[in-house]
Each structure stands twice: as structure tokens, then as C-alpha cells.
């Protein structure tokens, strides 16, 4: 992209305004969430509980897509603020599977209002068409991303 001699400018690749506008669009998500007392990762989860709960830490990790360590620590946090409930599992007596509280489902509607109108704030000036359009692009680049960095994984 650039000759010898010009200088780096990290404005001019496509890494840059993905990873800019990423982190632009959770801080508006979190700042819409932090009256709820929630964040995106952990709406994210309750969101996953109330429309495909009970679930496992095996499930919830897959679907959010954590690590181990991260998900147990998230659940913690919400089981200790009264967000998710856990019980036992019954097919699997070392594990547990979690839910929404009665508390949290109460809230559930604020939760997914909050994410849509910073999705309509994100998406403003855009036509459904573009929006669409973007949504198709920025899949093909993180399957592209996949393809690119799976020689590069250590063996499991």
C-alpha cells in the first residue's frame, strides 16, 4: 500500500476503522446499558439465557464466544447480583445450567431497547440497503480473518 519513504498512516487501512469504530460503537452500547446496571457482555448473556435458557458455562462460552475463565467470573458476578440463577444440571451432575432471574426478566425489554436504539444511532444515515450491505461485508472480512489466522492457531 505504501512506497519506501512515505510515512505509516494507520487512517489509510481497513484494521484501523474496524477496530476504531468497534470500539466506538460498544462504548455507545455500554454507555446506553450502564442505567441498567449492565454491560454489553454480560446483556449479551442475559439476552442468551432469556431466549434460549437454561443454558450451560459450556453453551454460554460457545455462543458468546469467551474463554472459560471470562465466562465463569461473568456469571459469578451476575449470579452474586441477582441476575442469573444457578442448578444443577440434571444430565450432567459436575455442571450446572443458568438462567434469568425474575428480576433480570424484568428488565429484559429495557435491555434490548437500549441495544436497538444504539443500533439505530450506529446505523443513522444509512439505508437499509447499506446497512445490509455492511453487515455482508464485515462477515465476509471476519471469515476472511478466520481463513487467514487458522494456520497460525498452536495445535490443540
Not at 57 to 82: C, F, H, N, Y
Not at 108 to 115: Q, W
Not at 117 to 130: I, P, S
Request: glycine share 6%.
Amino acid at each position: 500500500m505504501e512506497g519506501e519513504g512515505e510515512r505509516w498512516s494507520p487512517e489509510r487501512y481497513v484494521a484501523f476503522w474496524i477496530n476504531h469504530s468497534s470500539r466506538k460503537v460498544i462504548r455507545l452500547h455500554e454507555l446506553r446499558l450502564r442505567p441498567l446496571g449492565l454491560s454489553m457482555a454480560n446483556a449479551a448473556v442475559l439476552l442468551m439465557l432469556a431466549e434460549g435458557g437454561p443454558l450451560s458455562q459450556k453453551d454460554l462460552i460457545r455462543l458468546a464466544r469467551v474463554e472459560q475463565p471470562t465466562m465463569a467470573e461473568m456469571l459469578s458476578r451476575m449470579e452474586r447480583d441477582g441476575l442469573v440463577c444457578r442448578q444443577r444440571n440434571p444430565r450432567d451432575r459436575r455442571g450446572s445450567l443458568f438462567s434469568v432471574t425474575d428480576m433480570a426478566r424484568g428488565h429484559l425489554d429495557l435491555v434490548r431497547e437500549a441495544l436497538l436504539q444504539g443500533e439505530r444511532d450506529v446505523l443513522a444515515g444509512l439505508t437499509e440497503e447499506e446497512a445490509e450491505q455492511l453487515i455482508r461485508l464485515l462477515r465476509r472480512v471476519a471469515d476472511n480473518v478466520d481463513r487467514a489466522a487458522a494456520p497460525l492457531q498452536p495445535p490443540r
